[in-house]
């Protein structure tokens, strides 16, 4: 029941629960919460997934395990990564309220973003749980917040992507039927992102 009233709290009073647990010690509970909420995420997949929806197109059932214990390492390496921009902009807590802050802001897209075409529209939801849960966690503006949670985490992975794009769209030479053909390496999958996305 905790974690049903951590949910519904998170979703309709949002200040209240950051400002609620931010004296709270250890990331264990925020962990259980996490790793119950991908659960059910993943668990949801699998609908679109069986009904074979061009979204999800790629995607196997077997897939599922292997995405489920990314998520769950995922969780740790972007806190740490997010924990760093936040510090550089002045951001006062620990690690600690980082996670937290990343856990419970992915509320709405452990729940909901499995919905296909309409999905991404939580993940925004989610971006903004993020940023209000750094800025009262770490007590610095919602603007210093949003610098830390997505402008530099945009900024650098867009230039690492270009860095990425031409390293691996050089052409690979595959071979057909005997015969040699040049293609373009287009790099990951848009399955696998839309898999991470509530997770990263």
């Known amino acids: 029941m905790e974690i049903v009233e951590k949910i519904k709290e998170v979703l309709l009073s949002s200040s209240d629960f950051f400002k609620k647990i931010k004296e709270e010690k250890g990331i264990g509970k925020p962990f259980i919460y996490f790793a119950i909420l991908s659960l059910v995420f993943f668990a949801l997949m699998t609908i679109p997934i069986m009904a074979k929806l061009p979204f999800y197109q790629g995607m196997t059932i077997e897939m599922i395990p292997i995405f489920y214990v990314i998520s769950l390492i995922s969780i740790f390496v972007s806190s740490g990564i997010i924990h760093l921009f936040i510090k550089l902009v002045g951001g006062k807590g620990d690690y600690q309220k980082t996670f937290k802050a990343m856990v419970y802001s992915s509320t709405p897209s452990l729940l909901l973003a499995w919905i296909p075409y309409i999905g991404p529209l939580f993940s925004l939801w989610a971006l903004y749980l993020a940023i209000k849960g750094v800025s009262i966690l770490h007590d610095i503006s919602m ?54 996305r509530p997770f990263v």
Request: positive net charge.
């Open 143 to 196: 603007g210093r917040a949003f610098l830390a949670v997505f402008l530099i985490p945009f900024i650098l992975a867009f230039i690492i992507s270009l860095i990425l794009g031409r390293l691996m769209g050089l052409t690979i030479i595959t071979s057909i039927r005997g015969t040699f053909e040049i293609t373009s390496v287009k790099g990951i999958t848009g399955s696998f992102l839309q898999v991470l």
